[in-house]
């Protein structure tokens, strides 16, 4: 299976580069995943697609201001670190721009020295570990020094923080954002739950498989980078328990399908399980719990893209794509949304 095969014409000023003011009322393109049938809503119509009994799949992680910008101990070039993934309390994998200036034993400080980070090792696939020591509390530390991770195709300014968090955006941890839980205000889910819709909220960390691109020309020699996940108890008794009266499990974005594939048995059953995953979902792989997919309009030959068209076949999803394009959806973060049913 090629790369190229999940390429598409994408022109540049489609791109979304903020969000819409009401986060409901982003398009939303309705794909069947069966017939091919296309219908084309607004997101807060999404409810009318959402049965009494189903269950909503929700990813409660809380984007971290993980970009931060120093420069070496005695140096004034800058450098600019992405954090990834907490490895120990003050160790984090991490991005590093220009490599070159981040080599083991440099020593990098922010905001005048308030944070210091030691670069301890290089990484196969060229990130770094590094040793953060700093006075007080890191998180504190974080909000005062870092930015948005906002992806590298967004080039305009980011004026409210909360615009690239989901509303129920909870445990801190995360890279980027689940991009398609941007679209719910607390109302509509409200109105959700009202109408008798089950909520399980799961938590996964998105990190470098979010930004690092599939390279290689056979996408089965493609290597995913694993991601923290945890679903509660609670959690794992809201899914099954809908599954098991005739509830459809609909999983929102890409990060919630990842992990309720990664955890759930051959029977379709969530166990209550954290730990660490590289799942890579693409055509020909069976899915054992989700039944509905809501999610973003993913980059050319990305793995989300893949993903997706493993659940809804190849054919169909570049279909809706090419007519998304030409209806002029907006795409990727801060663009629509498409309910693949």
């Given at each position: 299976m090629k790369r190229e095969d999940f390429n598409y014409f994408l022109p540049e000023n489609l791109i979304a580069q903020h969000p819409l003011e009401n986060r409901e009322e982003s398009r939303l393109l309705i794909l069947d995943k069966k017939t091919g049938e296309i219908e084309h809503k607004t997101f807060k119509h999404i409810i009318e697609y959402l049965d009494k009994g189903d269950c909503l799949v929700l990813n409660d992680t809380r984007v971290i201001p993980a970009r931060l910008f120093g420069n070496r101990i005695g140096k004034e070039e800058s450098i600019e670190i992405l954090l990834l993934k907490r490895i120990e309390?003050?160790?984090?994998?991490?991005?590093?721009?220009?490599?070159?200036?981040?080599?083991?034993?440099?020593?990098?400080?922010?905001?005048?020295?308030?944070?210091?980070?030691?670069?301890l090792s290089i990484e196969e696939d060229g990130t770094r570990i590094i040793r953060f020591e700093y006075k007080g509390i890191f998180e504190e530390i974080l909000d005062k020094l870092g930015e948005m991770p906002l992806p590298p195709y967004i080039t305009e300014v980011l004026d409210d923080r909360e615009r690239y968090q989901t509303v129920y955006s909870k445990n801190k941890g995360s890279a980027a954002a689940p991009t398609a839980g941007l679209h719910?205000?607390?109302?509509?889910?409200?109105?959700?739950?009202?109408?008798?819709?089950?909520?399980?909220?799961?938590?996964?960390?998105?990190?470098?498989?979010?930004?690092?691109?599939?390279?290689?020309?056979?996408?089965?020699?493609?290597?995913?980078?694993?991601?923290?996940?945890?679903?509660?108890?609670e959690a794992a008794a809201i899914i099954n328990n809908s599954k098991h009266n005739g509830g459809k499990v609909i999983s929102v974005g890409t990060t919630s399908t990842r992990t309720l594939e990664t955890v759930a048995d051959?029977?379709?059953?969530?166990?209550?399980?954290?730990?660490?995953?590289?799942?890579?979902?693409?055509?020909?792989?069976?899915?054992?719990?989700?039944?509905r997919l809501i999610t973003n309009?993913?980059?050319?030959?990305?793995?989300?893209?893949?993903?997706?068209?493993?659940?809804?076949?190849?054919e169909n999803v570049l279909n809706a794509y090419r007519i998304a394009v030409e209806k002029e959806y907006r795409f990727f973060s801060f663009g629509d949304a498409m309910f693949i049913k």
């Open positions: 309390n003050n160790v984090w994998e991490s991005l590093v721009k220009p490599g070159k200036k981040a080599r083991p034993g440099h020593i990098i400080e922010f905001g005048g020295g308030i944070l210091k980070g030691e670069v719910f205000s607390n109302n509509l889910l409200d109105e959700i739950k009202d109408k008798g819709v089950n909520i399980a909220y799961i938590t996964l960390h998105v990190g470098l498989g979010t930004f690092r691109p599939v390279k290689v020309d056979n996408i089965l020699d493609h290597h995913m980078h694993s991601e923290y996940y945890n679903i509660s108890e051959e029977n379709g059953k969530i166990i209550s399980k954290s730990g660490w995953t590289d799942i890579f979902i693409y055509p020909g792989y069976r899915f054992k719990i989700i039944d309009f993913h980059l050319p030959e990305s793995t989300l893209l893949m993903l997706v068209s493993a659940l809804a076949t190849q």
